[in-house]
């Protein structure tokens, strides 16, 4: 939604503005019945997203003081932890791959510089190892109007609250009040322009390639410290923006972040009609001059109603109207890509992504006669849980493994559709030579992440071992090259080890056994057996605590013979104590050792909006002390060796 000037339409100002999105449409048919979009030219552009980072490798709201050392293609996004680089459209031809790379490392290098100079650091990855719901609240949205009246809207048709549930290795479920769970996602968006008459059958091509494409790039696995799907930014974006009611949910109607759920037959206009009747407007503009009186002058419109709202429809493949020197274009824009691992990893995929759509129609002429779109769709969603792993439904029905018809498959034809669009054979050798050497290593961004947290130390808290995670992207990143080389993460690649026992929720406990008050008291004295615990939290049926159960309680219930064979069995409400002394995840460690002594308590339940998270105890802060101790040592001993 690149458009600044945009407020709420209400009444007969939003019927103005879908008039004007009327009038769009009938220009644009004119636009197309009489040939004047431009056609004959092949040309590819990227807008490539990035997280800025503090010294403790966690979100940095500094985008506006950043953006302020930079000039030139920069734009901010809806998190001011975020920024985006804009690189130049191309024609499709010679070393076009080459020079978008030198030009995308060019602009992550004034990124990192602008950065730098403001004490962060900017990062490539899909989604950031060390977000967590305490980043993401609306302090961290970028003042900007167009922003905060988007997330009024959205916030108010979704009823005030985002629902989230995400099932993969570990299950994620989680509510938040505004739209920033949208901004945990940085993607790289490619872009291909494409002729009028050819668009329905570039634009089915397109939607077949999603699932081999996202297979390869996977980037994401990891939100909130959850293990989730190979791209988890696929479901996250789909859910952070779901705003539909209840009733419309029951009636089956289509999220604003869509697949589709048919071929094109013959026009774009088919696509932006549907949109148009699906979507309602959420925001209007200024119109001005009307896009009709626009043709009548000999002017080519910008279509700027029409592009406004479709900058609020999130296709993973949005067809984009465009005016350049007084020539209308359009455009498909990839928006499936995650950001990262590297600038040249992120050529890597738009060149297999650029190869398939230059040769897919060569080698199958019309997609739509030779694969099923319900199978189109689910390749996406399989290749976006499983990655490489995933099991794809082909051409003709025909059931392959991801890796299998990549390699044997798609990249020759990839290959000759780069050769025939004239690409240099060196950018084609380089480029899909990572996506040959990726793919049989089976190492993705995604995989080299979750290799990388399975082989950490089992003893490193989750917070340590995120962190450690995103130093190592970021000092991978720097040495330029691809991921498949990238050796394992380790404790040892963050060296600011003070900052793994700032806060609470970095040292807390989350595994944690509470009971429910209804049960059975014998039963929290049994899991404090098993479980060699001193307390059980509990926690009444919406997951609030309520209660905390003591041994000490145990043992004096015991001593009074309450818990003997035969006596009536003791509920836990009866007993637990209620008055409770509890800390938020975000309080810092030296708060909570104060609130323990002033308060003489050895444990602190750590809750969040009123509901359970964690534990804190005595416990948990010698193994914090233990671990300070050692690293301390460390440093120390390698500063004398030194």
């Known amino acids: 939604m690149g458009e600044h000037d945009v407020k709420q339409g209400e009444g007969e100002e939003l019927r103005t503005f879908m008039r004007a999105i009327l009038d769009d449409l009938q220009a644009l048919e004119q636009l197309l019945d009489s040939d004047r979009i431009e056609s004959g030219i092949r040309r590819i552009g990227a807008e490539m997203e990035m997280f800025l980072v503090d010294e403790a490798w966690r979100p940095s709201c500094k985008a506006r003081a950043v953006l302020g050392h930079l000039e030139g293609p920069f734009t901010p996004e809806l998190a001011s932890f975020n920024l985006e680089a804009n690189a130049s459209p191309r024609v499709f ?30 990062l490539l990855c899909g989604i950031l190892p060390t977000l967590d719901k305490s980043h993401l609240g609306l302090d961290a949205m970028y003042d900007e109007p167009r922003y905060h009246l988007l997330n009024k809207v959205m916030t108010d048709l979704a009823g005030g609250t985002f629902r989230t549930r995400i099932k993969g290795l570990d299950e994620l479920e989680t509510t938040h009040d505004n739209v920033l769970l949208e901004a945990c996602n940085t993607s790289f968006q490619v872009h291909f322009q494409v002729s009028p008459h050819e668009f329905a059958p570039l634009y089915n091509l397109a939607q077949a390639t999603l699932g081999p494409v996202m297979a390869i790039a ?150 739509t006669k030779v694969l099923e779109f319900d199978h189109a769709k689910d390749n996406f969603m399989a290749a976006a849980r499983y990655g490489l792993d995933a099991q794809f439904r082909w051409i003709g029905g025909r059931s392959t493994t991801a890796q299998h018809l990549i390699l044997e498959r798609l990249l020759p034809l990839a290959r000759e559709g780069l050769s025939n669009s004239g690409i240099d054979v060196s950018d ?15 190492r993705t961004g995604a995989r080299w992440a979750l290799d990388s947290l399975a082989s950490m130390d089992k003893g490193m808290t989750p917070d340590a071992k995120h962190r450690s995670l995103t130093a190592a992207m970021y000092a991978r990143q720097t040495t330029l090259l691809p991921v498949h080389t990238w050796s394992l993460a380790s404790a040892d690649d963050t060296n600011d080890w003070r900052h793994n026992f700032r806060t609470v929720g970095q040292i807390m ?97 750590v809750v969040e909006d009123g509901r359970l998270v964690g534990m804190l105890t005595e416990h948990d802060f010698m193994g914090a002390a233990a671990r300070l101790l050692e690293e301390s040592l460390s440093e120390t001993l390698e500063g004398g060796a030194a």
């Open 428 to 442: 084609s050798d380089l480029y899909l030579g990572i996506i040959e050497d990726r793919v049989r290593s089976g």
């Open 218 to 367: 996977c980037n994401s696995p990891v939100l909130m410290q959850h293990r989730l799907w190979q791209e988890t930014r696929v479901a996250l974006f789909q859910q952070s923006l779901d705003a539909r009611t209840e009733s419309q949910h029951k009636r089956g109607t289509r999220q604003r972040v869509t697949f589709g759920e048919r071929w094109v037959e013959s026009s774009v206009l088919e696509i932006f009609r549907e949109d148009v009747t699906r979507f309602r407007a959420l925001l209007s503009n200024d119109t001005g001059e009307s896009s009709l009186s626009m043709l009548e002058r000999g002017v080519v419109p910008p279509l700027s109603a029409l592009c406004l709202h479709n900058g609020t429809v999130y296709r993973w493949n949005r067809p984009c109207y465009g005016v350049k020197d007084g020539l209308a274009h359009l455009r498909i824009e990839n928006r499936v890509l995650p950001a990262g691992p590297t600038v040249r990893d992120q050529v890597a995929n738009a060149s297999f992504y650029f190869g398939l759509m230059s040769a897919l129609g060569n080698e199958y002429g019309d997609i």
């Open 509 to 605: 406990t989350r595994d944690v056994f509470a009971v429910h008050p209804e049960d059975v008291i014998d039963l929290a004295a049994s899991m404090m057996d098993w479980e060699h615990v001193h307390r059980v939290p509990v926690e009444d049926q919406e997951g609030r605590l309520v209660g905390l159960l003591a041994q000490r309680t145990m043992l004096r219930l015991l001593a009074q013979g309450r818990l003997a064979t035969g006596k009536e069995p003791v509920a836990v409400k009866d007993v637990m104590k209620t008055e409770l002394v509890t800390i938020g995840p975000e309080a810092t460690t030296l708060d909570a050792i104060n609130k323990m002594r002033t308060h003489r308590v050895g444990c602190l339940p």
């Open 93 to 122: 031809e010679g070393h076009c791959l080459a020079k978008m790379e030198f030009e995308l490392a060019d602009l992550l290098g004034r990124a990192r510089a602008a950065s730098e100079t403001e004490g962060v650091r900017a």
